[in-house]
């Protein structure tokens, strides 16, 4: 059982190029989440999802895009890549609210 | 806005003692609070919880307390173990939010010296 897999672990870019993380989990949430950790800082909502074809904005939104065509599948799309966006990225899940968050292992980028 | 603050960025305790991790909180539409621990290139991992019509939450070595008037929860580690060595996140959420659109404070590093 995978639970929640991210990749890639690791990605550095130049400023302006563009990339998907991908996130996958295999335990039938309905709920999936994107956040980033930046260094001394706690986690801050990106994206999240309550179901397959429905997305909407957290907290720090500007610079990515999401879709959700499957349960399965939450990717997360920088378009412009930009050093603010330096940081790691968490994709998270889970069943529905207060329920715990089930976290993937996290990709950190790093944007030069 | 820093809605959820832990002002200890570290805290080091010896093997068998207490370790106590503080989270504070500003808005008080926050009815439901959540510990994770966090270990290096691994995700965060569920800890424990506590809703607000409680006062206090236990499971094994681990309590939660919440003071709502202080707006003040603490998560107590009795007794500390070398293993529980990583970072520590409180969270909170609002029942008006769907899912766990979860605000995170920044971290407590804790160390436990054998």
């Known amino acids: 059982n995978a639970g929640v897999t991210q990749t890639p672990k690791f990605r550095i870019l130049k400023i302006g190029q563009s990339m998907t993380l991908q996130c996958t989990q295999d335990?039938?949430?309905?709920?999936m989440y994107w956040y980033r950790q930046d260094p001394g800082m706690g986690l801050k909502l990106i994206y999240y999802?309550?179901?397959?074809?429905?997305?909407d904005k957290g907290e720090v939104p500007n610079g990515y895009n999401v879709s959700r065509s499957t349960t399965e599948d939450f990717p997360l799309r920088l378009e412009l890549a930009a050093p603010s966006q330096t940081s790691v990225y968490f994709c998270?899940?889970?069943?529905?609210?207060?329920?715990?968050?089930?976290f993937g292992n996290g990709t950190r980028l790093t944007v030069t | 806005d820093q809605q959820v603050k832990q002002n200890s960025p570290s805290l080091s305790v010896q093997e068998g003692r207490i370790s106590i991790l503080n989270c504070d909180y500003t808005?008080?539409?926050?009815?439901?609070f959540l510990w994770y621990k966090k270990y290096p290139a691994e995700g965060p991992t569920f800890l424990i919880s506590?809703?607000?019509?409680?006062d206090k939450n236990e499971d094994g070595r681990f309590t939660v307390f919440l003071n709502k008037s202080a707006k003040h929860l603490s998560l107590h580690i009795v007794p500390s173990q070398p293993g529980d060595s990583a970072v520590y996140f409180c969270?909170?959420?609002?029942?008006?939010?769907?899912?766990?659109?979860?605000?995170f404070g920044e971290g407590t590093q804790l160390t436990v010296n054998p």
């Open positions: 999802s309550v179901g397959a074809g429905i997305t």
């Open positions: 969270a909170a959420s609002t029942a008006e939010t769907s899912g766990s659109r979860l605000t």
């Open positions: 998270a899940t889970d069943t529905s609210y207060n329920s715990p968050l089930h």
């Open positions: 335990m039938n949430h309905n709920y």
């Open positions: 808005n008080s539409m926050f009815d439901y």
């Open positions: 506590i809703s607000s019509i409680k």
